[in-house]
């Protein structure tokens, strides 16, 4: 072989390898992961989500990354500290178009949806001796509305504002949900707003100490809800969900939704999404709730479009999305608030 052939051939091998180093690395890259509060229901999800990621060669690694909830991972997905994340649709509609909450800040863009993974209910909780029987009277009561940079804030703020309650009708706290529970049990306050999916761990917990009870949200007041906001969707929370809840509670809900920065690889997308639907991971029996997600139910109340890597997979189930692309960004494709 001559000299020229030899350094030919060595080039050759030396671009393969390269290139076969680039793309195990394209696929290895670690995915950083926003979830909540490590209590918390998106924290609890995204860890079974990045063990699994563990046991897949075909899977980036995911890392779990703690934070204060849906505004906060959206926030730190704009800023490009976060990969993917999980949050509340209405906190998603409002960040992506800077409606509501966002109307000072701006929106927060650069990213798009992958699934709606399961629905979460706003829960109205009091320890179950409470005298407290309706909305209404919380006012003049301490109430924990959730954390700040939390969906469950705005969801808790959106609900007294169909009652025509205030911040200043009461005394706020903003906790995370362990640290409510254990402020109810303390009696350092009288109500606390819980946006998740049912049943709670922390309210479990909590209820299986004290006993509690889960206020409804008056018909009227769901169907203001409804109409003002479309991305909530009536739902009930069984009675004896929690120890000390006799009744059934009518209340509203929101849908989870894992999103993706625009710039993530479409392979990786692909991929955690197989590990999402394949059925391998047992959430609702791992987490005892109503968490398990579905095809079916994937892109319902999915209020922007979606990462092309998942449009890619939901093509190959038959299931066609709208697809987030350069002329998207800044704009909602669907849902938002009517009024």
Not at 12 to 31: D, G, H, N, R, T
Not at 49 to 55: K, R, V
Not at 79 to 91: E, K, N, P, R, S
Not at 307 to 334: C, L, Q, R
């Amino acid at each position: 072989m001559t000299q020229l052939k030899k350094r030919t051939v060595a080039l050759i091998v030396l671009l393969a390898f390269a290139l076969c180093s680039l793309c195990a690395c394209s696929q290895s890259k670690e995915v950083k992961f926003g979830t909540g509060n490590s209590e918390g229901m998106y924290y609890q999800f995204g860890s079974l989500l990045a063990d699994e990621s563990q046991n897949e060669a075909e899977v980036p690694t995911i890392t779990v990354e703690t934070t204060a909830g849906s505004s906060a991972n959206l926030r730190l997905l704009s800023q490009g500290f976060l990969d993917m994340a999980i949050v509340q649709a209405d906190t998603l509609n409002d960040a992506y178009n800077g409606t509501g909450f966002f109307s000072n800040s701006g929106a927060y863009t650069g990213y798009s949806a992958v699934a709606g993974v399961y629905t979460e209910a706003c829960q109205i909780i009091v320890p179950a001796d409470s005298p407290i029987e309706s909305i209404e009277d919380l006012a003049g009561k301490t109430v924990s509305l959730g954390e700040r940079e939390s969906g469950v804030l705005q969801n808790a703020l959106q609900v007294l504002d169909a009652y025509n309650l205030q911040e200043s009708d009461f005394t706020p706290e903003y906790l995370s949900f362990s640290e409510s529970a254990q402020a109810m049990k303390e009696g350092k306050i009288d109500a606390a707003f819980i946006t998740a999916a049912i049943p709670t761990p922390a309210v479990t917990n909590l209820a299986d100490s004290i006993g509690v009870r889960v206020l409804s949200i008056d018909p009227f007041a769901v169907n203001v809800l409804t109409k003002r906001h479309s991305y909530y969707t009536p739902c009930t929370i069984p009675a004896n969900t929690y120890a000390g809840q006799g009744e059934a509670a009518q209340t509203v809900g929101v849908r989870a939704v894992v999103v993706a920065r625009n710039d993530m690889p479409e392979d990786q997308v692909k991929s955690i999404m197989q590990l999402l639907f394949n059925g391998q991971i047992p959430f609702a029996e791992k987490l005892k709730s109503s968490m398990q997600p579905t095809l079916e139910e994937a892109t319902e109340g999915i209020p922007i479009a979606f990462h092309p890597g998942a449009a890619a997979y939901y093509a190959d189930n038959d299931i066609t999305v709208d697809v987030m692309n350069s002329s998207d960004e800044g704009k909602s494709v669907s849902g938002g608030q009517d009024d």
